[in-house]
């Protein structure tokens, strides 16, 4: 060992010379294209890596972090010179308004982005404009550039997969917005946006079309085979569980493949069909259980709750939309929130047509796990709009409420991303056996003010403080504190 750490701080010294230009003062040769430079006979290539919780982990997970680390220095080869290199530096003020800041657009929300800017330039004087670059630098004696790169390749996918143990990383995309919003509790921040706030009650004069299909719709999958689903939940919501049988399913799917067939045929361009369509070839069937689904789907198509039963006439090509389901009793709940999810499941399809992400952001999410379809049909969502390239986030503060359904439960197991705020007693316990979160970090959800709590981000998890003056027009927009508005 004493041998070998000789030889490489040997390799490190080079015969030294005055400069006799500023050109030989900086002790690099070439760099090419792909990062790698020639230096003193060597080829070097740096790797950038992020931060991760140590010091708030538990006892095992600091185990496996510090065995993680191990692996990573154990990865790196022993006839080469590593250097880990952390630099402190003050953030340019130019990099910070590029990177944080929001650009003036005299778009009439100039007065939002100012108190935004304001706020956040607040923040950062407080930590005094300092950020922190990690770096893992090898260099290695090679003969040529080609046998560098061949070191560096293997090099490069040891430290991806050891850093990636460490979830030493995070991506962020840029988004369209989509909101379901169940107790009116964002239409004015929506509006103030430019948004669109579209309300389903059977009051509305906004309706959307469950059977509407849009380009991309399905990314692969049968589309018509996916509606001829939803049209199955749709009818045992209103028949009762268990009351949809075999004939009745192949009465759906038969009629929901009819009223779609000039429109597949014409390769989209003919009319799209609504409910109405759908029910009137139902009635046409000659079978009795034809007759009880007819009269199962009377209500939702031609009785009092028909706002599904109409073309589209909703701005739901705005780049911030809400659905506002205030209103919608308990009868039709389910249905509703199945069918703005089919909605939503169009648009996202629509946006990942045109190459542009998708943020669909459930507050409430408790309701959906209310009703067995609705929680089915989130749960296939949850998964499907991955492919979609589209991020769900959901919101509740009916904890214990969503942990009693085995689906919720699955899918806060497998979130990437979790906000946690202040928690009761009860929920704290559940939530650290079903997350594997600590007691020492549970510590900041219990008794927490409001803005602060913890943050999990793949197998990471940091504290967070996110306090906001309450005195801007900006937080009268988002509080739903009452007397704050």
């Not at 330039?121 to 003969?143: F, G, H, M, P, W």
């Not at 669909?360 to 998964?383: G, N, R």
Request: charged content about 25%.
């Amino acid at each position: 060992m004493i041998k070998t750490l000789a030889a490489a701080n040997r390799s490190e010294r080079t015969r030294f010379f005055i400069p006799r230009s500023v050109q030989q003062s900086i002790p690099v040769q070439r760099i090419f294209r792909d990062g790698i430079w020639q230096s003193n006979g060597k080829f070097t290539q740096t790797w950038r890596f992020a931060d991760i919780n140590y010091t708030l982990a538990s006892h095992e997970d600091q185990e496996d972090m510090f065995r993680s680390y191990c692996a990573v220095l154990n990865s790196l080869p022993t006839d080469a010179t590593t250097k880990i290199t952390i630099n402190n530096r003050r953030l340019n003020g130019t990099d910070f308004q590029k990177s944080v800041l929001m650009r003036e657009k005299g778009d009439g929300l100039d007065v939002y982005r100012q108190e935004y800017n304001a706020v956040m330039s607040e923040k950062s004087a407080a930590s005094n404009n300092l950020v922190q670059d990690k770096y893992i630098t090898v260099s290695v004696a090679r003969k040529n550039v080609d046998e560098a790169r061949t070191f560096f390749h293997r090099v490069d996918a040891d430290l991806s997969k050891n850093l990636g143990r460490l979830d030493s990383g995070a991506k962020a995309l840029d988004s369209y917005i989509i909101v379901i919003d169940a107790e009116r509790e964002y239409s004015d921040l929506i509006r103030a946006l430019g948004g669109a706030v579209i309300e389903i009650s059977p009051n509305s004069r906004h309706h959307i079309n469950p059977l509407e299909i849009s380009k991309g719709y399905g990314a692969g999958e049968n589309p018509v085979a996916m509606k001829s689903e939803l049209l199955m939940s749709i009818c045992e919501q209103q028949m009762g569980v268990g009351q949809l049988g075999a004939f009745h399913k192949s009465i759906i799917d038969r009629c929901t493949a009819s009223v779609y067939h000039d429109f597949i045929l014409s390769g989209g361009k003919a009319r799209q069909p609504v409910l109405s369509d759908w029910r009137n070839e139902v009635k046409r069937q000659p079978e009795q259980e034809a007759q009880e689904l007819a009269l199962a789907s009377e209500l939702f198509v031609e009785g009092s709750l028909n706002m599904f039963a109409h073309e589209t006439n909703a701005d739901i090509a705005n780049r911030i939309v809400s659905f506002d389901l205030y209103e919608m009793g308990e009868q039709l709940k389910p249905t509703a929130l199945n069918v703005t999810m089919e909605t939503i499941q169009n648009r996202v399809a629509a946006n990942r047509l045109a190459g542009k992400y998708t943020w669909v952001f459930l507050d409430e999410i408790y309701l959906f796990f209310k009703y067995y379809y609705s929680a089915q049909f989130l749960y296939k969502c949850w998964k499907r709009f991955r492919k979609y390239g589209a991020a769900m986030t959901g919101a509740t503060q009916n904890v214990e409420e969503c942990l009693r359904s085995d689906t919720a439960r699955l899918m806060f197991a497998n979130s990437e991303f979790l906000v946690l705020l202040n928690q009761a007693a009860t929920d704290r316990a559940e939530l650290a056996r079903l997350l594997n979160i600590s007691e020492t970090q549970m510590g900041h959800v219990t008794g927490a003010e409001a803005g602060h709590g913890l943050l999990r981000i793949g197998g990471s998890i940091v504290p967070f403080a996110n306090e906001f003056p309450r005195s801007g027009e900006l937080y009268r927009l988002w509080s739903t504190t009452p007397g704050d508005k």
